[in-house]
């Protein structure tokens, strides 16, 4: 997936740089790099692991039920992310914070925790077995990359797009919640 020159830009930026700039440079970079290479990356993942355990689901080694699990986060992060981009992100493209719905995401995000590491957990830590074939390879391989992008975007709204302004800035009232 080809990201835009913002976005290749945004890829370097640390928390602070981040911080810095207006929600809406970010917003923009959380639907670029995010959201819409989840929505690629989760129904390869899923196809990759239809086969897997098509073929190899008489292994012991084989992780029986990833599919179904990868369908249902899948599903979880879609409702998420449309929460984020119908309700969540116009209120923060203008500075506003409401605390009702960056708690709703707050929890989700630790759902979505949560079914990453059931994910380690079907797979053994991602862990091949011998002579694992092509596809068994490549799924692994991109469900680490899954696993890193989620992390990263959780982290990235956690810490920086649902704080407010005056959060970091130390200049917060306190009635922010945070």
């Known amino acids: 997936m080809q990201l835009s020159a913002a976005t290749q830009a945004g890829l370097t930026r640390n928390v602070q ?16 790099r995010y959201h819409a290479v989840h929505r690629v990356q989760f129904p390869e993942a899923i196809h990759m692991a239809r086969r897997v355990e098509q073929v190899h ?6 992780p ?28 923060l493209a203008n500075e ?15 759902e979505h ?4 590491q059931r994910i380690l957990s079907l797979t053994d830590e991602l862990t091949l ?7 068994w390879t490549a799924l692994y391989t991109l469900l680490r990359e899954i696993i890193v992008d989620v992390r990263a975007h959780i982290d990235l709204e956690s810490h920086v797009l649902f704080v407010p302004v005056e959060k970091h800035s130390g200049a917060c009232c306190g009635g922010c919640g945070g």
């Open 113 to 116: 925790e949560l079914a990453l």
């Open 129 to 135: 077995p011998e002579g694992a074939c092509g596809t």
């Open 57 to 62: 689901g008489a292994s012991a080694k084989c």
């Open 64 to 91: 029986v039920g990833l599919t179904e699990h990868l369908l249902l986060m899948f599903q979880e992060l879609e409702s998420h992310m449309m929460k984020e981009e119908q309700i969540l992100f116009p209120m």
């Open 17 to 32: 740089q981040w911080q810095s700039l207006p929600n809406k440079d970010l917003i923009d970079f959380v639907l670029e």
């Open 96 to 110: 506003s914070y409401p605390q009702g719905p960056i708690m709703v995401m707050e929890n989700e995000h630790q």
